[in-house]
């Protein structure tokens, strides 16, 4: 029979997986070309304008990708909930779960129906994990991303966060210099900004805008802005660290 621990880390291996595909699917989607340069110039004051094209936006299968690691990640921490009290000799009920509260008080009044029939010292390690906002916000953010993707897909957007660079090439000479204003979290629609500089170019020279991007949450509030990638690869690890304090309790 598969142990207790390997049962529960399955599901950690199982989002994991869901991570690694998303990094895939997005690297993919960077090599298709998606936010292209638009120059706009002012003959009045010689100024060009760096603006983005939305050729593509991000594919929903990355929400939907998400959404199924974060779903493995939440159930991974009911299992342990469920598998902690199957340990200490007791019935789970049709309340059981990872006690994950909105504050302190509702976590105090309503997480002993959750953890009931777990052991003293497994309800302390619990506890010591602080799981409601304002304790530990990332177990927080986990449990409230799960209920949002429930109902609707998690919206994603891209974004860039770096110096932005423009590459001049004429004939076989080429130079190439940063824009100077970093773009930090600045959602790339069509016709955003992302600098400009003063002075005519020769009609031979070629111009080329350079910028890293990646994807973020367009929403909710408490994500929003935040890498995707990044974020989801935060929660496996903080995941996977509070089930490796329960090992002995198992």
């Known amino acids: ?5 390997e049962q529960i880390r399955a599901k950690i291996d199982r989002a994991n997986k869901h991570i690694l595909e998303f990094e895939e699917r997005l690297n993919a989607f960077r090599s298709s070309n998606p936010y292209q340069m638009v120059i706009e110039t002012n003959p009045g004051i010689l100024e060009r304008i ?3 094209k939305v050729v593509k936006h991000p594919p929903l299968e990355l929400s939907l990708i998400t959404g199924d690691a974060i779903h493995n990640l939440r159930s991974a921490l009911d299992h342990l909930v469920w ?3 199957e340990a200490n000799g007791n019935n789970p009920t049709n309340q059981t779960g990872f006690p994950i509260f909105d504050t302190l008080a509702k976590y105090e009044a309503k997480s002993p ?3 009931k029939g777990m052991s003293a010292a497994a309800m302390d390690l619990i506890s010591a994990t602080k799981p409601y906002k304002g304790g530990t916000d990332e177990i927080w953010a986990l449990h409230h991303l799960n209920n949002i993707d429930k109902h609707h897909l998690l919206l994603m957007v891209g974004y860039s ?3 932005a660079a423009v590459t001049l090439t004429r004939g076989e000479r080429s130079g190439t210099f940063t824009l100077g204003m970093p773009i930090q979290n600045v959602i790339l629609d069509d016709g955003t900004v992302i600098g400009g500089v003063r002075g005519t170019l020769h009609p031979e020279v070629k111009e080329d805008l350079q910028f890293a991007f990646e994807i973020a949450f367009r929403e909710p509030e408490i994500v929003k802005g935040q890498s995707v990638l990044r974020f989801i690869h935060q929660l496996s690890q903080l995941v996977d660290g509070i089930v490796s304090q329960f090992a002995s309790h198992l």
């Open 1 to 5: 029979m598969t142990g207790r621990l």
């Open 50 to 52: 760096y603006k983005i």
């Open 83 to 85: 598998k902690l009290i």
């Open 113 to 115: 129906a959750k953890v």
């Open 161 to 163: 966060d770096a110096l």
